[in-house]
Antibody
Framework: QVQLQESGPGLVKPSQTLSLTCTVS??????????WSWIRQPAGKGLEWIGR???????NYNPSLKSRVTISVDTSKNQFSLKLSSVTAADTAVYYCARDLGRGALDYWGQGTLVTVSS | QSALTQPASVSGSPGQSITISCTGT?????????VSWYQQHPGKAPKLMIYDVSNRPSGVSNRFSGSKSGNTASLTISGLQAEDEADYYCSSYTSSSTVYVFGTGTKVTVL
């Protein structure tokens, strides 16, 4: 059974960089033809897809965030990571990582981690 | 890329059937058979209920079914149960550089 777990600071100051890691267990991140995605959800609002990475390292990003987002993968640690720079209060949200079947089907999700942007 | 349009709320009595719509464009819902549906209970992560328009992942009840006509996809929940009360989101692959777009979300209430 694949499991995903987000980790990282719960509080980030405005203008700084938000950094989160997703640790995958129950299977190798580099096996199978999977993408690995990040999604976020502000309190009381809907889901927003942030971006994804393939096991080869190729990435796709939401154009609305592309200039500030970097997603990377560390296959040796079975992890993938999210960096979002120049954060503002609008980036306050629960951030989820998920396994992506490659066509929008996100079949395994982490529990989510709340990141608050505040000074 | 705008979010896909869903009704804000849908309600039904136990045992009834309800249908949630998800309207997009020919660049997303209408252009690909890559529509997914997610169930989200309060404080929990979303759960994949339907993918590729009408396929159910292993373990998902057959009371949940999906379909698509033109630019609108639909999720039907039959035999509504109390535990079906949750928020539901559709998503679609899109030809735009956004890659994936989610719906606005629908709150399902079991009366």
């Amino acid at each position: 059974q694949v499991q995903l777990q987000e980790s990282g600071p719960g509080l980030v100051k405005p203008s700084q960089t938000l950094s989160l890691t997703c640790t995958v267990s129950g299977g190798s991140i580099s096996s199978g033809s999977y993408y690995w995605s990040w999604i976020r959800q502000p309190a009381g609002k809907g889901l927003e897809w942030i971006g994804r990475i393939y096991t080869s390292g190729s990435t796709n990003y939401n154009p609305s965030l592309k200039s500030r987002v970097t997603i990377s993968v560390d296959t040796s640690k079975n992890q993938f990571s999210l960096k979002l720079s120049s954060v503002t209060a609008a980036d306050t949200a629960v951030y989820y990582c998920a396994r992506d079947l490659g066509r929008g089907a996100l079949d395994y999700w982490g529990q989510g981690t709340l990141v608050t942007v505040s000074s | 890329q705008s979010a896909l349009t869903q009704p804000a709320s849908v309600s039904g009595s136990p045992g009834q059937s309800i249908t949630i719509s998800c309207t997009g464009t020919s660049s997303d819902v209408g252009g690909y058979n890559y529509v997914s549906w997610y169930q989200q209970h309060p404080g929990k992560a979303p759960k994949l209920m339907i993918y590729d328009v009408s396929n159910r992942p292993s373990g998902v009840s057959n009371r949940f079914s999906g379909s698509k006509s033109g630019n609108t996809a639909s999720l039907t929940i039959s035999g509504l149960q109390a535990e079906d009360e949750a928020d539901y989101y559709c998503s679609s692959y899109t030809s735009s550089s956004t890659v994936y777009v989610f719906g606005t979300g629908t709150k399902v209430t079991v009366l």
